[in-house]
Nanobody, 112 residues
Framework: QVQLVESGGGLVQPGGSLRLSCAAS????????MAWYRQAPGKQRDLVAR???????TYADSVKGRFTISRDNAKNMVYLQMNSLKPEDTAVYYC??????WGQGTQVTVSS
């Protein structure tokens, strides 16, 4: 059974940074596209960033230039470095493997 476990969320002031991590239990992790999604209260879950097996990345327009997705296939890990955080980035952030598996989510709150 595949498990995705996120960590690294928390409370940060506007302009601050956080680094989210996602640990995947799956074998053959390196061949799968991985992604981070987020869901704010009362809103749908939206794609934030995606990274393919060869390291190609795509980002939502709202986070381009501020967020960076990366992966370490040797450790079965995916990361999301978030800089210049804004209050509108407040949401629960989820890791997803495009095979129907979601993590439990980690809360990110940007507030002064």
């Amino acid at each position: 059974q595949v498990q995705l476990v996120e960590s690294g969320g928390g409370l940060v002031q506007p302009g601050g940074s956080l680094r989210l991590s996602c640990a995947a239990s799956a074998s053959a992790f390196s061949i799968f596209t991985m992604a981070w999604y987020r869901q704010a209260p009362g809103k749908q879950r939206d794609l934030v960033a995606r990274i393919t097996s060869d390291g190609s990345t795509t980002y939502a327009d709202s986070v381009k230039g501020r967020f960076t997705i990366s992966r370490d296939n040797a450790k079965n890990m995916v990361y999301l470095q978030m800089n210049s955080l804004k209050p509108e980035d407040t949401a629960v952030y989820y890791c997803y493997d495009f095979r129907g598996h979601w993590g439990q989510g980690t809360q990110v709150t940007v507030s002064s």
